[in-house]
């Protein structure tokens, strides 16, 4: 089974250094949140070209986040129009991710996105207004994944000593696709 994932891996680059440049387009988002931790929420999606769209997101921390905790699952779209498990289901202490005690890939990937494109940039806790702008994903962060529709769902829980607190769900449907070059002719 592993020999089987390392080959399809390996594959993959492969395939993607004699390809196309392959692009991950945002094409929808969803946010669902506990109203008793979170309020005003806004997410949205807007489309800067045909390769490329942006991620916005607004909300504000009723209760401070003190040791968040994201589950972040990977769907890909099957020939039913079904969302499938692949390859990535991993749960992820950020706190010990900002605070370089736990170097698991996925926690470095979601920890350079937000330092990159949130307020999100300190250590624990998190609390008031979080905002992301100009989201996107960057594909020297990403490994090459095949051609076709992907859901990437992230489930924020809250642990405290004693329990844990269901805080939000943030869902970012995306497709990979070869990159869409213009055939317009550049003016001089």
Known sequence: MLFGVLVFLISCFAWQLTESQLVYKLT???CQVNQTRVSNVSCHVKAINWNMA?????CFMIMPLQNPVIRAQ??????????????VD???????????????PYGV??????KR????NHSCPFSGQLTARNGYLDTSLLPPFPLGF?????????????????VGTMKFYL??????????????
Request: aromatic share 14%; with cysteine; glycine share 0%.
């Open 28 to 30: 929808k988002m969803e």
């Open 54 to 58: 942006v991620v916005n997101m607004d």
């Open 74 to 87: 990977v769907f890909m779209k099957d020939y039913s129009n079904q969302y499938k498990p692949f390859l």
């Open 90 to 104: 991993v749960s992820i202490k950020m706190c010990e991710v900002i605070e370089k005690r736990n170097f698991i």
């Open 109 to 114: 990937i979601i920890w350079k996105l937000f």
């Open 117 to 120: 494109f949130t307020n999100v």
């Open 150 to 166: 992907y859901q990437v769902s992230l489930i924020v829980v809250d642990f405290n000593s004693t329990n844990k607190d269901y």
């Open 175 to 188: 497709q990979v696709m070869d990159q869409i070059k213009s055939k317009k002719i550049p003016r001089a």
